[in-house]
């Protein structure tokens, strides 16, 4: 990460020494269509993402680096592949160890995201782009469900109550990630961007208890942008 910050800052040096800068700031707002790797067949739209921008533009108009704070809503719609492990238990005569219980879960998540993006303005193209860059996030707050008013889900396996509790306990606040996209700037102000984000960190910690815990954020967004 220390390098990709280093690297950007280094075009923005050398873009400053060879053309005139320009810099403009926005607002944005759009869709993202959020999984998890573990489960990527259970991707789920939502109106999520709200923020501002702002753009130093150089070689001549040619490239451009925008860093972002943003809202972010991610998660899963249903991640039916949640397991937890479980010790054999003294009834259990077969030679399994272990025996994972399966949880048909929602996870919604809530993160302030800060992308810095690199774009490259296709030359005669008026203002396409393609563009990339990392993303750092926190995640403050959360939603799991379906769980009852006692705040215990129920195994999709077994039928029996489980808690929750350790679900959230277990997942990682910080994340990172690569964007990678397209997109489009008009003279007039008007923008829009299409993306992938693909997360680096896990959304469950290491040594958790999930077969799972290799899950990493998969997030497709579609934003509008203005900038003055």
């Keep these: ?64 680096v925008q860093p972002e704070i943003i809202y972010s809503r991610q998660g899963s719609r249903s991640l039916d592949l949640l397991r937890i492990k479980h010790s054999k238990p003294e009834w259990e005569t077969t030679t399994n160890k272990w025996f994972d219980e399966v949880f048909k879960v929602k996870i919604t998540t809530q993160y302030v995201q800060m992308p810095i993006m690199v774009k490259y303005y296709i030359p005669k193209m008026m203002g396409i782009n393609v563009q990339a860059g990392p993303q750092v996030g926190y995640m403050f707050d959360y939603e799991i469900s379906p769980i009852n008013e006692y705040g215990w889900m129920a195994s999709a396996e077994m039928g029996a109550p489980k ?10 606040y910080w994340n990172v990630a690569l964007n990678v ?37 998969r997030v497709w967004s579609l934003a509008f942008s203005y900038t003055f």
């Design 1 to 64: 990460m220390k390098q990709l910050l280093i690297a950007l800052m280094l075009i923005c040096c050398t873009g400053a020494a060879y053309s005139q800068v320009k810099f403009n700031y926005g607002i944005k707002g759009g869709f993202n269509i959020s999984t998890y790797s573990y489960d990527p067949d259970d991707a789920q739209l939502r109106l999520g993402q709200w923020g501002a921008l702002c753009r130093l533009t150089f070689l001549n108009g040619s490239m451009a």
């Design 163 to 172: 808690s929750t509790r350790n679900i959230h306990r277990s997942m990682n």
């Design 181 to 217: 996209g397209a997109g489009f700037d008009s003279e007039s102000g008007i923008g829009v961007d299409f993306r992938c984000g693909l997360g680096l960190t896990k959304v469950f910690e290491d040594g958790t208890q999930y077969a799972s815990s290799n899950t990493r954020d």
